[in-house]
């Protein structure tokens, strides 16, 4: 039984290994890394120990076994994969400026991963407590992100609530249509885990505290997580703000994937009735332990290793 769930792209990243070398000059990459960020939020969850499963699709080629076999070590249910035998394996490449911007080149046409549908029947749901879903991968394919929307009515008239991250990728919008499946799924979340820009852009407010306010316009809102990069996160119900969560110091190696990772963690400490505070600090430490380590899917996270950032005898 999947406690946690997400439906989403899964794709392998190959990226510079040093700032400030564009895609367009020739130089090294390293990777295949597993990773879209459906895939490194569920990983997360598996590494903390809860039951979890992906609706998604990989190639039948060297790609898709990287991911598949790297999901099946963190214990994700992949039978929910699919595996078509025409369709390669979606390739992100990743070029890193010395100011912390990052830059995406998406290879995602025809790939199987956005032609996975809403189940039939959601035998294996029963004992579904959260379905996560990422606005990456309502931008991927229209026909894709319908089916995102399917299943998640369908899990939300069952009880399961929605946590969602805008992870707002311009690049990847071909069809201006699909903000108005972004605001459909942002007005069916009981959690929104947006980044400082992103609740701005998405909130159409330049101000943070009105953006803040019109993000809980929406009825279905229960919390707001705000990660703010360095400067930590905050945590937000409609009383106001519940919480302030500094980062967990670590030596950087890459930030991508960290988001996802916090936002796995604390949907986990949600699953397990642990109060905001506790999920943040959960959130911030599988943050801090993926952006330790090279590689979107990476970093040492495991219930043993949160808890110790958390108490501070992991540096």
Wanted: aromatic share 8%.
């Amino acid at each position: 039984m999947a406690e946690i769930i997400t439906m989403g792209e899964l794709l392998v990243e190959i990226m510079r290994p040093t700032e400030d070398v564009p895609l367009h000059e020739t130089d090294k990459f390293r990777g295949p890394f597993p990773s879209g960020a459906p895939g490194i939020f569920i990983s997360t969850a598996a590494r903390l120990g809860h039951s979890t499963a992906i609706i998604s699709g990989v190639g039948r080629d060297e790609f898709g076994e990287n991911i598949l076999r790297r999901l099946k070590r963190d214990g994700v249910d992949v039978t929910r994969v699919i595996t078509p035998e025409d369709g390669r394996t979606g390739i992100a490449f990743v070029s890193y400026s010395s100011d912390g911007e990052r830059k995406f080149l998406f290879y995602m046409d025809n790939s199987p991963c956005v032609r996975a549908k809403a189940p039939e029947d959601f035998t294996g749901f029963e004992d579904t407590k959260f379905m996560h879903i990422m606005g990456c991968s309502l931008m991927a394919d229209m026909n894709f992100a319908r089916e995102i929307v399917k299943t998640m009515n369908a899990l939300k008239s069952r009880g399961v609530r929605i946590s969602f991250d805008p992870n707002v990728r311009l690049e990847m919008i071909k069809d201006d249509s699909v903000w108005g499946i972004l605001r459909e799924v942002m007005n069916s979340a009981s959690v929104f885990m947006p980044g400082v820009s992103e609740l701005k852009f998405f909130m159409n407010e330049q101000d943070t505290d009105k953006a803040i306010a019109k993000a809980f316009t929406s009825q279905a809102l229960e919390v707001l997580v705000l990660k703010d990069g360095s400067r930590g996160s905050r945590v937000y119900t409609r009383k106001g703000l519940e919480v302030t969560q500094p980062v967990y110091r670590v030596r950087q190696e890459d930030a991508t994937g960290a988001g996802d990772s916090y936002d796995g963690a604390f949907v986990c400490g949600l699953a397990e009735g642990k109060t905001l505070a506790e999920c943040a600090q959960m959130g911030a430490a599988a943050g801090a332990l993926n952006a330790a380590a090279f590689g979107p899917m990476e970093g040492r996270i495991s219930r043993e290793t949160v808890k110790a950032m958390i108490e501070g005898r992991l540096q």
